[in-house]
């Protein structure tokens, strides 16, 4: 990899996972030894919303807390929700919108997505928007066409690409231990650069970063981040394990 302007990020998804002595004991023991100049690297973490502020109390590192989802609506009478203004009001300032899991599992559409996307933008928030096909879809020749209709529709809300970046988890290697190849997500993530490049910016193309996401793993990482145009990753099975620090590793020691 060239070196470029692109500050690299590696975010971590808890997705629901964790107890109360994890969300105290993995900040203490991993977290908060991870070696990495932020200038380099920049570290999130996703917990699960209920351990959020517990993992806040005890970070010391330069480690970021993010969300995993927000909701649409306000404060209100919205059951079972929270508001961007009450992650706000917790100093939280990054989130994670359209993962897999919420398209999926929850039923979230390109444009339940693209709008939260823009809500978080608009509130300040740095977003890891997550895009990616179906092992069907890649199998089919698809996976150019789905990843810019959910691109598309990202671009239809938000016209300010400074905030976004752009997480791309081809959904077959989520959680299955089949990392798509260095070459394989390279020439993806190309794919989508082009893609901003035509329709937001060449600006755009050149800054906005591109995490690859789906079985990384202190394995992996190190071939993976040496691709010209990946940018970080979200980390979900081994962000939960002492692993994470070699991903950490891998991105501080990239050329
Ligand atoms: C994820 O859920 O964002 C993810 C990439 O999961 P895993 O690393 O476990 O494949």
């Known amino acids: ?13 808890w997705k629901c996972n964790g107890t109360m002595g994890f969300a105290k004991s993995f900040p203490a023991d991993v977290l908060n030894k991870l070696k990495f100049d932020p200038k380099k690297v920049e570290v999130v973490v996703a917990p699960a919303a209920l351990h959020i502020s517990t993992v806040q109390s005890v970070l010391k590192n330069n480690v970021h807390v993010a969300t995993q989802n927000l909701s649409l609506t306000g404060d209100g009478a919205y059951t079972g929700e929270f508001s961007i203004a009450m992650v706000k009001d917790m100093n939280i300032s990054y989130t994670l919108t359209g993962h897999s899991e919420r398209r999926t599992l929850y039923h979230e559409t390109d444009k339940d997505v693209a709008k939260k996307t823009k809500l978080a933008v608009d509130q300040g928030f740095t977003v890891l928007a997550c895009i990616g096909e179906l092992l069907g879809e890649r199998e089919s020749g698809k996976t150019k066409d ?92 081994a962000s939960l394990k002492p692993a994470f620090h070699q991903i950490v590793e891998a991105c501080q020691n990239a050329k």
Not at 2 to 13: H, I, K, Y
Not at 222 to 232: H, Q, R, S, V
């Open 1 to 13: 990899r060239q070196m470029s302007a692109r500050r690299l990020m590696v975010g971590g998804n």
């Open 146 to 237: 789905v990843n810019n209709r959910q691109l598309n529709a990202i671009r239809e809300e938000c016209e300010d690409w400074s905030k976004i970046v752009i997480a791309y988890e081809p959904v077959w290697a989520i959680g299955t231990g089949k990392t798509a190849t260095p070459q394989i997500a390279q020439d993806t993530h190309a794919e989508i650069r082009e893609w901003l490049a035509a329709n937001v910016s060449k600006e755009a193309a050149a800054s906005v970063r591109i995490l690859y996401g789906g079985s990384v793993t202190d394995a992996n990482a190190a071939e993976l981040i040496a691709m010209e145009d990946i940018d970080g990753f979200l980390v979900g099975g």
